[in-house]
């Protein structure tokens, strides 16, 4: 397994976790899946057969990864229901023995809240860090992984470890040598470098197993 892109919506990409709606999973071959109902889907809609089906697709051994899910406060969902939804993917994938993508926008306190409540113990990756290096000094106190894509905070990522750093295309179409260099820049290390750190540290992440 040799993934550089953590986090995209683009089914044709390769070397990559593909994110997709359960009702969309149809996986390919030789890719990579993470299964899970975004928040800005239309959550108040789902009943328990869509649950049931991202507890099938959750335990695929192409899935690596659970969500994306998580909370957003500018779109969405209320947010009590985002949050039924973000800490049912919580204990789905504590019991599947799988990481979660998260996406959060303005709710960093909330996430880690609703994990605290949750008691279900699984690896975080925060996907599209934007946040200041205050927001990222918190999520990376609880432990979460930070991914960052073409848009970041250059202080946020400048206090992120080398062992809790990822890159993503997500939406944008941004190639992800592109994400990798301007990471790079910012840490000062080659591209190449930073996209083995970066692939390392996603084994890492989806073997959470031995984490
Ligand atoms: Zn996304």
């Excluded at 040799?2 to 990409?13: E, G, N, Q, S």
């Excluded at 239309?42 to 697709?57: H, K, Y």
């Excluded at 969902?77 to 789905?92: G, K, V, Y």
Aim: charged letters at 20%; one cysteine or more.
């Amino acid at each position: 397994m040799d993934i550089l892109d953590f986090h995209t919506h683009r089914t044709d990409a390769d070397r990559a976790i593909i994110s997709v709606d359960p009702h969309e999973f149809a996986p390919e071959p030789g890719k990579w899946y993470s299964v899970g109902f975004h928040p800005w889907s239309d959550l108040e809609a789902l009943g328990e057969e869509d649950f049931a089906l991202l507890e099938q697709c959750a335990s695929h051994p192409q899935v690596l990864t659970i969500g994306e899910t998580g909370l957003d406060s500018l779109r969405g969902a209320p947010l009590d229901i985002q949050e039924t939804s973000f800490a049912r993917h919580l204990c789905l994938a504590a019991s599947v023995g799988k990481p979660v993508v998260v996406h959060s926008v303005r709710t960093a306190q909330r996430i880690l809240a609703v994990k605290r409540a949750t008691g279900c113990q699984v690896p975080l990756a925060i996907h599209g860090m934007r946040g200041n290096e205050h927001v990222a000094r918190l999520l990376l106190d609880a432990d979460c992984y930070l991914s960052f894509g073409i848009r970041f905070n250059p202080a946020a990522l400048r206090i992120t470890p080398l062992d809790r750093m990822l890159i993503e295309t997500d939406e944008h179409p941004a190639a992800i040598s592109e994400v990798a260099a301007a990471v790079a820049s910012e840490k000062g290390l080659s591209s190449k470098e930073l996209m083995e750190l970066t692939a390392a540290n996603i084994r890492r992440f989806t073997a959470y197993s031995t984490y």
